[in-house]
């Protein structure tokens, strides 16, 4: 995760007082805003307040880490896709293909089976699958008139991965679907945890990825960011605040200077995250990694369930009335799973590097699972960490970030040819205001020398060459 995201999560949680919201809950709000303003995704319209992502997301106190935070309305409506499939069991060879993540899921996955001998669908576990479900089964449960079933699990040390439908017994609204994908705008309110690491964030990234199967109903592949779960923020976050509290005395401000809601608190209130920006990498090496065991058990709370309704315009009067849930249809109840999960890092490589340049910036490490690639950057002291990163394919295409985790450091890659990957930190700004990415420029009205993959060369405050497997590079 690019450093300007740990950073201003600890200035938010200042901001914020009344709320403790754990550090992924920020990451995702500053990453979604940084996506938007990369033009992975779009919004209807912006906030007028510049800083309004920000206050939006000291709010939230849900289990949704706030990458659909209020504001953030993706575009392009689509009708409810009717389709049908025999049982619950097959969503992951229905799904896998149509997700930022997608890939050969049902060759690996697990069926859930319950206590009582039945799997998720409700068939024997080990006979033919009838479709009628059974609420004893712990994988069922119903609340609000709508019904989630967890279905299948795969997992490696990355992420896990679990199939989920939705049955309401009222047709669903009418949803917004995001601009690129075509995919429903429906994410989950939820916490809970591994058990292996107590530390870790209650607070789950609630979004999901799927597709109506009818009016009534949902299926998606929920993904829970297992690296992240495996990381223990304690020494980081008190590292960090006290770095916060140095810049504040050098700037000579108070907490009152940062929350003056004027054109000269903004200003103000930019520069002091720049300032946290440019200093906040070389804390990372405070954040402790936890193992991973072969086996472990996933609790999820889920309390509610969240839909962007179709065509819905942003105003400031329903952000005032209905805060983050202004725009959503919304299903409450409590709807708890506890997830066997066994990890399969048969087919994940990992890439030590611990590689800096002089400026002090560079990669700790790189890991490629069958569906995902995750970059691990690295910042000495004193080094700038105020960057944006982009990876580019064998073929000089940008990879595409994961929708389902917001983080810029984690890119979808199935249909691409990784067998060479080029790594580029940018200047944040620099990027944002002039780059903003490869469709600005590859196209036959620019010259030669503004080209994507030339402008990254010649601005990129740090650049690696990655060279993977030839046998396994080509998903």
């Known amino acids: 995760m690019m450093t300007l995201n740990n950073n201003e999560k600890d200035f938010q949680k200042k901001m914020q007082k009344d709320t403790e919201i754990p550090a992924i809950v920020h990451e995702h709000i500053n990453q979604a805003y940084h996506l938007i303003e990369n033009n992975t995704v779009t919004q209807k319209k912006a906030p007028r307040d510049p800083f309004h992502w920000m206050k939006i997301g000291g709010r939230v106190a849900g289990g949704m880490a706030a990458v659909l935070a209020v504001g953030f309305i993706f575009c392009a409506t689509n009708p409810v896709m009717a389709k049908n499939i025999p049982v619950v069991g097959g969503l992951f060879e229905l799904l896998q293909d149509n997700v930022s993540f997608f890939g050969d899921f049902s060759d690996y ?7 009582d001998g039945t799997t998720a669908d409700g068939s024997e576990a080990d006979g033919d699958k009838t479709g009628n479900a059974t609420s004893e089964n712990a994988y069922i449960k119903t609340a609000d008139g709508l019904t989630i079933t967890c279905s299948e699990v795969y997992a490696n040390s990355q992420a896990v991965y679990i199939t989920m439908q939705f049955k309401s017994d009222k047709p669903f609204p009418e949803t917004e679907t995001r601009a690129e994908s075509g995919t429903p705008v429906i994410d989950l309110d939820m916490t809970g945890g591994v058990d292996f690491n107590p530390e870790a964030s209650p607070v789950i990234d609630g979004q999901v990825e799927g597709q109506f199967l009818d009016d009534n109903t949902y299926a998606c ?10 990381k223990d923020y304690t020494e980081y976050n008190e590292k960090y605040d006290e770095m916060t509290q140095q810049v504040m005395d050098e700037m000579g401000i108070t907490q009152a200077d940062l929350d003056d809601q004027t054109d000269e608190g903004y200003a103000l209130l930019e520069e002091f995250i720049n300032k946290l920006s440019e200093r906040g990498g070389e804390y990372q090496k405070y954040i402790k990694e936890i193992d991973i065991p072969d086996t472990f ?73 069958p569906y995902e690639l995750t970059v691990n950057e690295l910042y000495k002291e004193g080094s700038n960490s105020d960057c944006f990163m982009v990876a580019l394919d064998a073929n000089g295409n940008t990879l595409p970030y994961n929708e389902s985790t917001g983080n810029c450091n984690n890119f979808a890659i199935q249909d691409r040819d990784i067998s060479t990957v080029d790594i580029y930190f940018l200047d944040y700004i620099q990027y944002m205001d002039e780059l903003k990415g490869q469709q600005n420029f590859d196209n036959p009205t620019k010259e030669d020398g503004q080209k994507w993959k030339k402008l990254l060369e010649e601005n990129a405050k740090y650049h690696k060459t990655l060279h993977f497997d030839s046998d396994n590079a080509k998903n």
């Open 109 to 115: 996955a697990t069926a859930l089976e319950s206590v």
């Open 297 to 369: 058990n996933l609790h999820l709370d889920i309390t509610k369930v969240r839909g962007l309704e179709a065509d819905y315009e942003w105003s400031e009067a329903d952000d005032e009335k209905y805060g983050r849930d202004a725009g959503y249809y919304k299903y409450k109840g409590d709807w708890s799973f506890d997830i066997p999960v066994t990890v399969d890092d048969t087919r994940t490589e990992v890439m030590e590097l611990n590689d800096t340049n002089d400026a002090g910036i560079g990669l700790k490490s790189v890991i490629r699972s």
């Open 221 to 230: 592949i929920f993904r829970y960011d297992l690296a992240e779960a495996a």
